[in-house]
């Protein structure tokens, strides 16, 4: 999204060129954020405002793509199963850290995030044909492990005879055909070469099965781990949604299908199965409607007090975890701290940063970096032991000490969460997580007056 707003037609100067990742992905979703970031970007620039307003731009566009699709979901609820349901869908979901974290993260799975709430609003609104071709637009254009949700979508669709066989296979062809055609067009452009990303990333993922090189968890993960700490209070009534209320289950089988087939996968995190979250949201609404509405009665009093308790332990959990999150970026803090104190006055040498892979994954973006004198680098594989050969002015890095630099500075980062006996209860636990060195050859940096590292 920086190169489209910034770099335009120049793709000479694009960052993915150099450093393409493990898998290509789509600019199409880029394209779709930056046109309706731009307008904003444009006011910046003629307003001469730092690059950084752009991040908050582009993200808060983001945002309001994913929030829009949100919203479609919750009015179908609405629609199909009254405004109380709709009410605590809309409580539970605010009360959940993580998806709402995700809404404004440029990832593909938030982009497919997007696309599969909008299938979700027409499957509660009787259009499944819309229903399948969003699947289907969300699997080939920016996850192609969201077969996995449209594959069992399908099936009870063709099962419960709510579809037609030759006529979705009809609709789906054409849907099919028209959304290859549209990634290849325009990715071919954009990477240089013929490319179907996705289609690269299922050879990657599914049939290589590389993506276990990043890591693996056990088959039960996503149900033991990741849904409880995404779901909070949500995941016990999903269960209870279940039991009271037949129609839930219709909706909850084939997202729960989704995850248990990718349980499969050894490679796991949770913005993988993010989209199974709304439709858990709302088979635990259900059950918390049908709570509430006999709280009155002696065994509800009882679930209706729990659900309470639940409630208010999920607020404090999302509380400590969004605090833990403001602590996540060292890097970026990193960057920022070190073009306000380190920039020489009356200096026209450039000043080259070399940014290491690790701080450049904790809060380091392209709209962080400022113009000259400041050059950034982000190459990979350097020796520890080469980077006194080199020529940069300062490393943003990992490492507490490197031949040839001195450290300046450090940026702590979250740590852990520590209980204690005393208020406050919780403590998050902070340690040095990114240093800043410079190079001792540098006798005008040498000559300034750092905080130092401890």
């Not at 229903?131 to 099962?159: H, K, S, Y």
């Not at 960057?335 to 080259?352: C, F, M, R, S, Y």
């Not at 507490?400 to 209860?425: E, H, M, W, Y």
């Amino acid at each position: 999204m920086h190169d489209i707003l910034y770099h335009r037609h120049h793709l000479d100067n694009y960052d993915h060129l150099e450093f393409p990742g493990v898998v290509p992905r789509t600019f199409i979703g880029a394209l779709l954020v930056s046109i309706l970031a731009s307008p904003l970007i444009l006011a910046m620039k003629l307003l001469h405002l730092p690059k950084i307003y752009g991040l908050f731009a582009v993200r808060m566009a983001l945002g309001c793509i994913i929030l829009s699709m949100l919203r479609f979901f919750r009015l179908q609820v609405r629609d199909k199963f009254g405004n109380q349901v709709e009410a605590f869908l809309v409580i539970l979901t605010a009360f959940q850290f993580h998806l709402l974290f995700y809404c404004t993260r440029p990832l593909p799975n938030v982009l497919a995030f997007g696309a599969v709430n909008l299938a979700y609003g027409h499957w509660l609104k009787g259009n499944f044909y819309a229903a399948l071709n969003c699947l289907i637009f969300a699997t080939i254009i920016f996850r192609c492990d969201m077969l996995l949700l449209l594959g069992p979508l399908g099936l009870m669709l063709l099962l419960t005879k709510s579809i037609s066989p030759w006529k979705a296979l009809k609709r789906c062809i054409g849907m099919t055909l028209l959304c290859i055609g549209l990634t290849i067009f325009v990715d071919s452009i954009m990477w240089k070469r013929i490319l179907w990303p996705e289609f690269e990333v299922f050879w990657f993922n599914s049939v290589l099965n590389r993506s276990s090189e990043w890591g693996t968890h056990p088959f039960h993960w996503y149900f033991t781990s990741a849904l409880p700490r995404s779901l909070l209070v949500a995941y016990p009534l999903f269960l209870i949604g279940l039991l009271l209320d037949r129609r839930a289950l219709s909706f909850v089988l084939p997202v729960l299908s989704f995850v248990v087939l990718y349980s499969k996968l050894p490679h796991k995190e949770l913005r993988f199965i993010i989209s199974s979250v709304p439709i858990f949201n709302l088979s635990a609404a259900i059950g918390a409607t049908r709570i509430y509405n006999n709280r009155k009665k002696n065994f509800w009093k009882l679930l209706y007090f729990i659900m309470m308790g639940l409630l208010l332990i999920s607020v404090g959990c999302t509380i400590i975890t969004f605090m833990a999150s403001l602590e996540n970026y060292p890097g970026g803090h990193a960057l920022k701290d070190l073009h306000q104190i380190g920039h020489l006055a009356n200096n026209t040498d450039e000043q080259w940063v070399h940014i290491d892979p690790f701080s450049a994954m904790n809060g380091i973006s392209r709209f962080c970096e400022y113009d000259f004198p400041w050059r950034y680098s982000k190459e990979e594989g350097i020796p520890l032991q080469e980077f006194c050969h080199r020529n940069f002015t300062y490393l943003i890095n990992e490492h507490p000490t490197v031949d040839g630099f001195k450290c300046l500075f450090t940026i702590n980062g979250f740590s852990r969460v520590r209980l204690q006996a005393r208020f406050p209860p919780v403590l998050l636990v902070k340690e040095p997580k990114v240093y800043i060195h410079r190079n001792i050859l540098n006798k005008d940096v040498m000559d300034r007056n750092w905080p130092g590292c401890w």
